[in-house]
């Protein structure tokens, strides 16, 4: 059997046609055959799969066109010709039929340009995008590189429509505005994930960005959206990959990530990771340490049980609590103050570590269903003694401080998931579900200082130990939560081309609070909350043609608050409703996605016009936009991701009738981000890409008096994979210089890094 061409471009006609011949001599694989030492660079699919037949003697077949515009992972070790082949196609959407002279390549029904599986949405096997009603980014391990991103956040800026909330240079750095409000972060489509660090990228995967609410599967959210983590999982052939890299401002980081069987039921994945890092700005610095151990067993042919966890451990010096407009972005009458300016100084510190254990056992109950019960186990515990800004005094130049501090601070999360999910047919029609019972248990304790210092002058900063002799608030705060759910999804097909979805969760949750102030006679205030809530989502795909389908949906979220009316009545929780309409098109090997919204927020607090000491829940906001994204390879050798996102947003009703109208803190009108790669034919091995990513000025206040300047920021890299093992790259990020301002975690502006340069080694084992 020969390599067929379809629409493939001349030189891989010419190439496939030339090593026609010797696939033709080599023998069939009808028999069972011993593993061999195999080396692949990355490079196109259609190349790996000739030098993968050279060198095990595979007869391979078929349409040489689907290949195109795809790339192979890396292979290097001992594997079957088998497992070698299905490692190179995995993820590409063709797979590959074994017949008595060889193996035939074929498309996977229905999953061209898409994933496999994407569980951000109903936890389905094999899931894809298309089936989705709502705006769904996926992000890879090539987009990870192409970004130099070693954190979520650091991936989550090429987003349409996605802000940072504050600064890059935080512990709150994968906190992200997505279409005006708050998202949240999930793992492997499961429940939350509830760390107060960023996440580091070692062990992940891929990501995930569903764009809107989903309180049904998810429970308790804000409208913005879901950023779900999708871990790397324990392979079935041994790997290991080391990756040192070494940057500007003494950046160090490297990570070790090693899978494969211990027996034949028993795999297992270990991914390491450590990071020291500085900056141009005065005292600042960073230092991580993240393990992440994974085992996987098959305890039967149709039963699975997962093991897995995270630990991080993230310790700051001299986090900036934000700087004043004034001499930043701002006139200020004695001129600019220091680029490198830090309020802070080196005896602030923050520590905040975590650890994350996951237990999934997965049950099929038929080829097409599957029960699961989850258990999640999460403990984040910090300590910090930050400088926070006071205030700017009357001639510009005096900055009035206090210092921010708790000691022994931790939360405690469980987290039980038990649903069933899969595919039926019924009455004619395919019904893809999930229902089941969610219950949560989260108990928190957060003591806080605050203290008065001495203020520091902007233009002649004289730093000093940190004096903790004036204490001026400390308090006790504990906090219990409780919530128990039950949700059920069911998406239907029927006339061939509409899926209609609907879905409904019940949620029950409990709150109560605690607060003691020590320095009022240990004074106690207490706060109880119970609240109920019916969630509902509704959507609708119809598949205009083979490549083209339309959708439509309507979704729902909900967010308890605390507080009381002048009733001593709890406040209702905070509503939100997304509406969005779009269009998917599949342009031969691009993806284009396009979409518009609106969301609108209702019962938000805000204070009681008729007795200022309480609350009443009658806040509302609304934000709205369109989007558009274009991902896929434009030719062979070159990929590229592009977007575009307009996001409008207005406070409709506050506490303050001035700032009705106003648009939302740090959310830009306009956003774009342009990420690619091309690989060079004239030396092989060699690529070169980048990252492009617009962001519109934007208010840095509630009534918009201060704006944060746009930006654009260029980011270039060149990638040389040497050998088969070995990878060389060099990247420099924002190559010109670009001055980029962020909301302080306190008030003001943090000013954020400027150019930077990194190279990194990467071995395969």
Known sequence: MILKTGTTSPKALLLLGLLAPLLLTHPGTARAQPSLSIHLPAQPMDQAIIELARQTGLSIGGDASLLQGKQAPALSGEYTPEEALHALLAGSGVTVTRGASGYKLERIPQQENTLEAVSVYGRQRNDTVAAIPQSVNVYNRENFELAGAQTVGEVIRLTPSANRSGSGRDMFADDFLIRGFNAEQSVNGLGFRQTDHPTDLANVERLEVLKGPASVLYGQMEPGGTINVVTKQPLSYYQAEATAEYGSYDYHRTTLDVTGPLNDRVRARLNLAHQDSHASMDYWGYERLFVAPNVTVDLTDTTNLTVEGSYSANEWTALPGGAPAEGA??????????????????????????????????????????????????????????????????????????????????????????????????????????????????????????????????????????????????????????????????????????????????????QSQKTTDF???????????????????????????????????????????????????????????????????????????????????????????????????????????????????????????????????????????????????????????????????????????????????????ADNSVTLPAYTRVDLGAYYAVTDALQLDLLFNNVTDEEIFSPGSFDGVIREEGRTYLARVKYLF
């Open 329 to 510: 972005i701002e006139p200020n009458p004695n001129g600019d103050y220091s680029d490198d300016f830090n309020i802070a100084w080196k005896d602030a510190t923050t520590e905040r570590d975590s650890i994350y254990l996951n237990t999934r056992l997965v049950q099929a109950i038929t080829d097409t269903i599957d029960a699961r019960l989850s258990y999640a186990y999460t403990r984040n515990s910090a300590n910090w003694k930050e400088y926070s800004p006071f205030g700017l005094g009357a001639d510009f130049r005096t900055l009035d401080r206090i210092i921010f501090a708790s000691d022994d601070a931790k939360q405690t999360d469980h987290e039980v998931i038990l649903d069933l999910s899969g595919e039926a047919t019924l009455a004619g029609m395919t019904h893809r579900f999930i229902a089941g019972v969610n219950y949560r248990e989260s108990d928190s304790t957060r003591p806080t200082q605050v203290f008065l210092i001495d203020p520091i002058d902007l233009y002649e900063p004289v730093h000093g130990p940190m004096d903790l002799s004036t204490k001026a608030r400390d308090r006790g705060f504990t906090q219990t939560d409780r919530i128990l759910a039950g949700f059920v999804q069911d998406r239907i097909s029927f006339a061939e081309k509409w899926h209609l979805l609907t879905g409904l969760r019940y949620t029950d949750a409990e």
């Open 519 to 701: 320095m009022n006679s240990n004074a106690v205030t207490r706060a109880e909350l119970g609240e109920t809530a019916w969630t509902t989502q509704l959507g609708l795909v119809y598949d205009l043609t083979d490549s083209t389908s339309l959708y439509t949906s309507r979704n729902e979220a909900f967010v308890p608050q605390q507080g009381t009316t002048s009733g001593r009545q709890p406040l209702d929780a905070e509503e939100s409703v997304q509406y969005e309409v779009g269009v998917r098109v599949n342009a031969g090997r691009l993806n284009i996605n396009a979409a518009g919204f609106i969301i609108e927020k209702d019962n938000m607090p805000i204070s009681d016009p008729l007795n200022a000491g309480f609350l009443v829940a009658q806040g509302h906001a609304r934000s709205q936009g369109a989007e558009l994204t274009v991902d896929g390879y434009a030719t062979s050798n070159l990929y590229l991701s592009a977007g575009y996102g307009y996001t409008d947003t207005e406070v409709l009703r506050t506490d303050d009738a001035t700032l009705e109208g106003n648009r939302f803190v740090n959310v830009p009108l306009h956003t774009a981000a342009l990420q690619s790669r091309y690989y060079l034919n004239a030396v092989t091995g060699l690529s070169l890409g980048g990252t492009v990513a617009y962001v519109d000025e934007r208010p840095a206040n």
